[in-house]
């Protein structure tokens, strides 16, 4: 390997995967000139399936040092390309030489995005600066992010209970549940006793009315019983997340949280 002296003092040198770029000039605090020696990092991003971008997703490179545990990695260098066309990518990025320093342990991360929604994001720490690395450019995998479920109904769902009040359940013979048919009319299991009633739903308000149950009294899950009538009884609105069923009191703290279960 050479070195070449520039005119303005600075070294080019050429690696495997990283170039030094030039100089620039800054000032210190006591008016003097510090210069800053530049370096390019040249990347590749590609992706392993078959999927074509949705127009104007956009992918970003950094490159970071991870040095540091629990904690935010420091930003080295950054930059956003608008994609067109199918994979790979190639990104360059400039970053100061000053701030690689032998010991540190650094990662360049990629992300593909379209209208603020993660497609794909790379998984595993990329270090370009190992003894390793000798291919230029740099390669770095992103995998496809699995799409969110979409949120299921409220009506003809059978909604297991998971927790009371933050407060896991903890079943010994049969699960509580509840269902809602559309027409207004719902029933399930407390614990101990089946239950019937009705319901009104508007938006995210939710009241129940008319609740009966049965009568049986159990050695167990009485406290379950106990427990799952009164968040009933106190319920006044809901939210659905993907799977999930929460029901809030009047003051909009959540009592219980149900889950969609399916059967073969």
Known sequence: MSLQKSSLGCVTLLTASIALSGCTQEKTPDNTTKQKTMATLNTQVTYLDRSMLRPDSVLTVKLLNVSK?????????????????????????????????????????????????????????????????????????????????????????????????????EVKTKEPFIQFKANGTTHGFLGCNNFTGSYEASEQTLTFKSLASTQKMCIEQMNIETTMSAVLGTASEFAIDGETLTMKNAAGEATVIFQATYFN
């Open 69 to 169: 545990m629990d904690v935010k990695a420091d930003v080295i260098s950054e930059r956003a390309i608008e994609l067109n066309g199918g994979p790979p990518y190639d990104v360059s990025l400039q970053y100061e030489q000053s701030k690689i320093k032998a010991g540190h342990r650094y990662s360049v991360s990629a992300r593909i995005e379209n209208q603020d929604q993660l497609l794909y994001i790379s998984t595993t720490n990329n270090d370009p600066f190992t003894q390793q690395q000798t291919e230029q450019p740099y390669k770095v995998i992103v995998s496809k992010v699995a799409a969110p479920k979409p949120d299921v109904t409220l009506t003809n769902t059978y909604w297991k209970a998971i927790s009371f009040n933050g407060e896991t359940v």
